[in-house]
């Protein structure tokens, strides 16, 4: 059974913004919404800059389904997070319940009203009839039911931004981590907390 | 004697209740997830082939998968870069 899942590379992401231009154009998303972006740390520090394309990442157990007060969240049965924008109430709550800042509110009018939630769909729609101008409008394009992947994905120049079932794009992955000779140390202990000092070993249970 | 052991039968019970497991996986209706109606991506017939998409067997999720998942290999440069 595919879970979808997206995995950026941020040994391979050069900040060029593809994706964000290419979910964008693809969806016709208003101004002021941006469901992908490019979060970039170090920025400028010559050897040490990293970036990273972060939109909603369909989170197995997410706590904005958990936190929607009308329940107008869904997840497909490739385990896509899908939201009804019939029922959202613009509350926000999803907003501040989303450890990656993916849900997205587009404002207008003179004094900035909030409007319904949007977010990234992996390219899945919404509950509308699939591939139809009224899904479309709301949710923008539906690629999935076009047997395509997401357009930020597929648009990456440097494939640093994966998506697709996560078994497959995990197996992509390991074998550029193998090719580049990093094997465990890409994602473990060392990568997240740094080397510590000389000789110093991880804590008892750390990953490595 | 006997009020007090269904007492205590009555109190196991409510205990081993506590110990039961709430079902956490979606459960998936028929045309709906979760009182939201939906149509699942492989339940749509594929696109003209100008649209470039994948081709799989209308209904058929086994085949829309094998499609997906062999367009999300193209991902993959290695194969194209170190496997010919």
């Known amino acids: 059974m595919a879970r979808m899942k997206f995995l950026c590379d941020a040994e391979r992401c050069i900040e060029c913004n593809g994706c964000v231009t290419a979910c964008k154009n693809e969806n016709e998303v208003p101004w002021g919404v941006?469901?992908?972006?490019?979060?970039?740390?170090?920025?400028?520090?010559?050897?040490?800059?990293?970036?990273?394309?972060?939109?909603?990442?369909?989170?197995?157990?997410?706590?904005?389904?958990?936190?929607?007060?009308?329940?107008?969240?869904?997840?497909?049965?490739?385990?896509?997070?899908?939201?009804?924008?019939?029922?959202?109430?613009?509350?926000?709550?999803?907003?501040?319940?989303?450890?990656?800042?993916?849900?997205?509110?587009?404002?207008?009018?003179?004094?900035g009203l909030r409007g319904k939630m949007d977010k990234c769909t992996f390219c899945a729609g919404g509950p509308e009839a699939d591939r139809t101008e009224a899904e479309f409008k709301k949710y923008g394009?539906?690629?999935?039911?076009?047997?395509?992947?997401?357009?930020?994905?597929?648009?990456?120049?440097?494939?640093?931004?994966?998506?697709?079932?996560?078994?497959?794009?995990?197996?992509i992955y390991r074998e550029r981590v193998l090719r580049r000779g990093k094997g465990s140390e890409v994602w473990g202990w060392g990568t997240a907390y740094g080397p510590g000092k000389a000789g110093a070993q991880p804590p008892a249970g750390g990953k490595s | 004697m006997r009020r007090a052991a269904l007492g205590a039968a009555v109190l196991g019970a409510a205990f081993l209740a506590g110990c039961g497991e709430a079902q956490q996986v979606t459960v998936y209706k028929?045309?709906?997830?979760?009182?939201?109606?939906?149509?699942?991506?492989?339940?749509?017939?594929?696109?003209?082939?100008?649209?470039?998409?994948?081709?799989?067997?209308?209904?058929?999720?086994?085949?829309w998968e094998t499609a997906i998942n062999q367009r999300a290999m193209g991902q993959n440069e290695d194969n194209r870069i170190y496997k010919q």
């Open chain 1, 34 to 111: 941006n469901r992908r972006r490019v979060v970039t740390i170090n920025d400028g520090v010559v050897g040490a800059e990293k970036s990273i394309s972060v939109a909603c990442m369909h989170c197995s157990d997410a706590p904005c389904m958990a936190v929607c007060p009308v329940d107008c969240f869904y997840k497909t049965e490739d385990g896509v997070v899908l939201h009804d924008k019939d029922l959202c109430i613009g509350c926000g709550y999803c907003f501040y319940a989303c450890p990656f800042g993916a849900p997205q509110f587009p404002q207008a009018g003179a004094f």
């Open chain 1, 141 to 171: 394009r539906n690629r999935l039911a076009e047997g395509k992947l997401p357009a930020c994905a597929e648009m990456c120049s440097t494939k640093a931004l994966l998506g697709g079932d996560g078994d497959v794009i995990a197996d």
């Open chain 2, 30 to 63: 028929q045309g709906k997830y979760q009182g939201k109606p939906d149509t699942q991506a492989w339940n749509n017939a594929p696109p003209a082939a100008e649209l470039r998409g994948s081709a799989w067997n209308k209904g058929d999720r086994g085949s």
